[in-house]
């Protein structure tokens, strides 16, 4: 495994499909064979009817011996070898994040003071809340903060404004840093969103949600 991964260089690399003996040597092999290191990798077998393999590769490419296209045409083959699928991603630009607050502040301290020190490779572009109350750690950042009421009779109404702000921001990801309300199925379609709550809303809806 690479000891250091260099700044801007490393790649997700996640393949799929019917589990066989030699996939995990084989895109380890490829990978050393292009002077990529690999950061982490995780993998799960299905154990079920259909058997199928998983493997998500982190790998550094900052001292790779080829290009890109020249790996992509590996993994293709290897992948055309075992009949499996790949996506492959470079990581080449950060994810534009907005994140969701309510009253609570230590996790949107967190993400910031984290992504302040460079430990998070994103941009933090918006801050939504239903509460005005962080409105000044978002403003000591330098970050929008939007406030939208939300109530029951409300909440499709103010859930689509939210989207359409995200929409014209850009933005790549949605965080729930201690959201305090349940979002709608149609709001978890439209954007990818990590819930970093610690009761796991809205799975798990909590003594005092609001």
């Known amino acids: 495994p690479s000891s250091s991964a260099s700044k801007g260089s490393t790649g997700i690399l996640r393949v799929h499909g019917p589990d066989a003996n030699g996939i995990v040597a084989a895109f380890s092999q490829l990978l050393h064979g292009h002077g990529c290191g690999i950061i982490d990798s995780d993998q799960h077998s299905s154990h079920d009817d259909e058997d199928m393999f998983f493997q998500r590769i982190h790998f550094d490419y900052g001292r790779m011996l080829t290009d890109r296209r020249t790996l992509e045409r590996g993994v293709d083959e290897v992948c055309e070898r075992f009949g499996m699928t790949s996506e492959l991603d470079w990581c080449r630009e950060s994810k534009r994040l907005c994140v969701m607050v309510s009253k ?13 020190a460079g430990e998070l ?15 000044p750690i978002a403003d000591s950042f ?20 939210e989207l359409a702000l995200m929409k014209e921001n850009g933005i790549d990801l949605v965080v729930l840093a201690r959201y305090m309300q349940i979002v709608t199925d149609n709001f978890c379609e439209a954007y990818p969103v990590i819930n970093i709550h610690h009761s796991f809303l809205p799975a798990f809806i909590g003594g005092r949600a609001y």
Do not use: Q
């Not at 609570?104 to 302040?116: I, M, Q, S, T």
């Not at 330098?142 to 404004?161: L, M, R, Y």
């Open 104 to 116: 609570y502040d230590h996790c949107l301290w967190e993400l910031l003071l984290r992504h302040r």
């Open 121 to 135: 490779n994103c941009e933090m572009a918006l801050i939504i809340s239903n509460h005005p109350d962080l409105k």
């Open 142 to 161: 330098g970050i929008p903060f939007h406030v939208f009421e939300v109530t029951k009779e409300n909440k499709e109404e103010v859930e689509a404004e």
